[in-house]
């Protein structure tokens, strides 16, 4: 069984750039979810994809958005970048079973730097 | 938001001794409820679910136990070893099946031998 994987690993970007993160989702897994995690602090819901559509989201501004592919494959974009975007993004791939909460299963992360 | 005193921020105990994490949840309406175990740049790791409509579970060495009443969640590790030494983090399912996990404060836990 593949486990999820985000791409890359590490990266180092100036204000008002944008970045893509990519990540693949567990074999089996159907559904995506992103987060952002500040250094101390505990990951926070950006948004969820379920068969290509955002299917939920948190506080985070338009500037952040997503993708999901046909292989439940996903990206996040992030446009304008800002110093406070300097965080670890995490990905995390789940099953949908029909309104049955199955545990999100995360990958390493890409530790994103704004200068 | 967390309950003063429940949470700690740090817990340090010895190899072979028991461990108990404690999380305070938010929302009375969350339904779901899992513990990950965070090592130093890694992702988080599942360690162990429950849902609303049980009040235990146990795992290999660990067990979660849900107290509704005070919205309060507990992860105890049995005979705690070094490679359990990581920052543990509670989140709850808020909203409908399968959305978005809101997470608590972590415990960083030092395990010595």
């Known amino acids: 069984e593949t486990g999820v994987t985000q791409s890359p690993t590490h990266l180092i970007k100036t204000r008002g750039q944008q970045v893509t993160l990519r990540c693949s989702s567990q074999?089996?897994?159907?559904?995506v979810s992103w987060y952002q995690q500040a250094l101390g602090q505990g990951p926070q819901f950006i948004f969820q994809?379920?068969?290509?559509?955002?299917?939920g989201r948190g506080n985070f501004p338009p500037r952040f958005s997503g993708l999901q592919f046909p292989n439940y494959s996903s990206e996040l974009n992030v446009n304008a970048l800002e110093l406070d975007d300097s965080a670890l993004y995490l990905c995390?791939?789940?099953?949908?079973?029909?309104?049955?909460?199955?545990?999100?299963?995360f990958g390493d992360g890409t530790r994103l730097s704004i200068l | 938001g967390e309950s003063v005193g429940l949470h700690l921020p740090t817990l340090s105990v010895q190899e072979g001794d028991n461990s108990i994490i404690n999380c305070a949840y938010s929302?009375?309406?969350?339904?779901?409820f899992i513990w990950y175990k965070q090592e130093s740049g890694k992702g988080p790791q599942f360690i162990i679910d429950?849902?609303?409509?049980?009040d235990k579970r146990q795992g290999q060495r660990v067990t979660v136990l849900l107290n509704k009443t005070v919205k309060h969640l507990s992860l105890q590790i049995a005979a705690t070893q070094p490679g359990d030494s990581a920052v543990y983090f509670c989140?709850?399912?808020?909203?409908?099946?399968?959305?978005?996990?809101?997470f608590g404060k972590g415990t960083t836990l030092s395990v010595s031998s």
């Open positions: 994809y379920y068969r290509e559509e955002e299917n």
């Open positions: 995390a791939s789940s099953l949908d079973a029909g309104g049955i909460n199955q545990p999100q299963h």
């Open positions: 989140a709850e399912n808020e909203g409908q099946a399968g959305t978005a996990l809101i």
């Open positions: 074999s089996g897994h159907n559904t």
């Open positions: 929302n009375s309406a969350s339904d779901y």
């Open positions: 429950i849902r609303s409509n049980m």
